[in-house]
Nanobody, 122 residues
Framework: QVQLVESGGGLVQAGGSLRLSCAAS????????MGWFRQAPGKEREFVAA???????WYQDSVKGRFTMSRDNAKNMVYLQMHGLNAEDTAVYYC????????????????WGQGTQVTVSS
């Protein structure tokens, strides 16, 4: 059974940083486009960032310049380094995997983690 397990969330002050990790098992993450999505209370899930099999990255406009997604194929891990966090970044962050998908469309991702909570205090 494929598993994606997120970690690294927590409570941080505005302007602070966090690094989210996503560990994949029974799935070779390097063979998939990997994405990060988030869902804030009362809002729909939204695309945050994605990384292609070749290492190309895409970001939601609101996080460009603040968030960086990377992958470590040897460890079967992907990461989301977040700087300059603000209250609008408060959400549950989900790691997801897709193959041959539209990277920004959550509905095209086949595998999802359980999420990790990020709370930014102002």
């Amino acid at each position: 059974q494929v598993q994606l397990v997120e970690s690294g969330g927590g409570l941080v002050q505005a302007g602070g940083s966090l690094r989210l990790s996503c560990a994949a098992s029974r799935l070779t993450s390097s063979s998939y486009t990997m994405g990060w999505f988030r869902q804030a209370p009362g809002k729909e899930r939204e695309f945050v960032a994605a990384i292609s099999r070749s290492g190309g990255t895409w970001y939601q406009d609101s996080v460009k310049g603040r968030f960086t997604m990377s992958r470590d194929n040897a460890k079967n891990m992907v990461y989301l380094q977040m700087h300059g966090l603000n209250a609008e970044d408060t959400a549950v962050y989900y790691c997801a995997a897709c193959y041959g998908c539209n990277y920004y469309q959550g509905s095209s991702y086949k595998y999802w983690g359980q999420g990790t909570q990020v709370t930014v205090s102002s």
